[in-house]
C-alpha cells in the first residue's frame, strides 16, 4: 500500500495562494467567513435572550454593554454578515438548481451579493435607528 | 503452491473512508435547513428592528407572544443545526492532525447544543410567564 515517501510526493492540491484573485473566489471565502461570524454571534442571541429570561437587571446589563459603541458596531457586522450569508446562499440554491455557472453570470451574482448585501445591511441600520 | 492467493481486496481499506462516510445527507440538510434559515431570518430582522428603543417590558411582552416565540424557536434551531453542519466542514476541510480533528468536531457540537439549548430555554421561560 502506500509507503511513506510515495505520499510524500503526491501533488498537493492547489491552494488559495495560486490562484490570481478574482470576485467569484473572493466571495466565496467571504460567504464561509459571513458564517462563521454568525456561528460566534449566536452567542451574543443566546446571552441576550438569557439576560431577558433572567430578570430586569440583567438585561440592563446586557443591553448596556449591546448600545455601547463597541456592542453597536459588531451588531452591525453581525447583521451585516446575517444578509451577506443569506444572499450568498440563495446564489448557491440558483446553482444548485443547474443556473448561472457561466463566467459573465457568475461574476454578476457576486457583484451583485456584495452590493445588495451592503445597501440592504444600510436599510436596517437606518430603519433601526429611526425605530431607536 | 509458492505465491499465496491474497483473498483481501483494497476494499478493506477504503471502508469507512472518504465521501462514503454519509453521502449527500449532508449536503441535502445545508439546503434544507439554509432555506427555513432564509425565510426566518427575515421575521428575524424585521423583530429586531421593531424591537430598538423597547423597554424591558416592550421587549418580554413581544417575545413572549406564542407566535413570535414559535418562530424565534424554529429560527434559533434551524440556524444552529445550519451552523453546526457548516462549521463542521469547515473542520474537515482545514483540520487535517487527527486528534486535533476529533476535538474540533466534538468542541463545535458542545458549542452549538449549549448555544441553542441556552437560546431555547429563555425563549420557552419568557414565553410561559417567567
Known amino acids: ?132 | 503452491m509458492s505465491k499465496s492467493f491474497r483473498f483481501q481486496t483494497s476494499l478493506k481499506h477504503a471502508r469507512g473512508f472518504g465521501s462514503g462516510k454519509s453521502g449527500t445527507g449532508h449536503f441535502w440538510q445545508q439546503r434544507v435547513t439554509g432555506v427555513a434559515a432564509l425565510l426566518l431570518a427575515l421575521v428575524y430582522v424585521v423583530l429586531l428592528v421593531k424591537l430598538q428603543g423597547d423597554d424591558y417590558g416592550a421587549v418580554i411582552a413581544t417575545l413572549g407572544n406564542p407566535f413570535v416565540a414559535v418562530l424565534m424557536l424554529a429560527f434559533l434551531g434551524v440556524s444552529v443545526w445550519h451552523m453546526k453542519i457548516g462549521m463542521q466542514v469547515i473542520i474537515e476541510d482545514y483540520v487535517n492532525q487527527p486528534l486535533l480533528r476529533v476535538l474540533a468536531l466534538m468542541a463545535n457540537s458542545f458549542f452549538s447544543a449549549l448555544v441553542g439549548i441556552a437560546s431555547a430555554v429563555a425563549l420557552i421561560k419568557i414565553t410561559f410567564g417567567a
Not at chain 1, 430586569?56 to 452591525?76: K, N, T
Not at chain 1, 450568498?88 to 448561472?100: E, K, P, Q, T
Open chain 1, 1 to 132: 500500500m502506500a509507503d511513506a515517501r510515495l505520499a510524500a510526493s503526491r501533488p498537493l492540491s492547489p491552494h488559495l495562494q495560486v490562484f490570481r484573485f478574482i470576485l467569484t473566489m473572493a466571495m466565496s471565502i467571504v460567504h464561509r467567513m459571513t458564517g462563521g461570524f454568525l456561528y460566534v454571534g449566536t452567542v451574543f442571541v443566546a446571552v441576550w435572550l438569557v439576560a431577558a429570561a433572567s430578570g430586569p437587571e440583567w438585561f440592563a446589563r446586557v443591553d448596556g454593554l449591546y448600545q455601547s459603541w463597541l456592542g453597536r458596531l459588531i451588531l452591525l457586522g453581525l447583521v451585516w454578515s446575517l444578509i451577506h450569508h443569506a444572499i450568498g446562499g440563495v446564489r448557491h440554491f440558483i446553482w444548485d438548481l443547474g443556473y448561472g455557472f457561466d463566467k459573465k453570470t457568475a461574476d454578476r451574482m457576486a457583484l451583485f451579493n456584495l452590493v445588495a448585501g451592503l445597501l440592504l445591511t444600510g436599510v436596517v441600520a437606518v430603519a433601526a435607528f429611526i425605530f431607536a
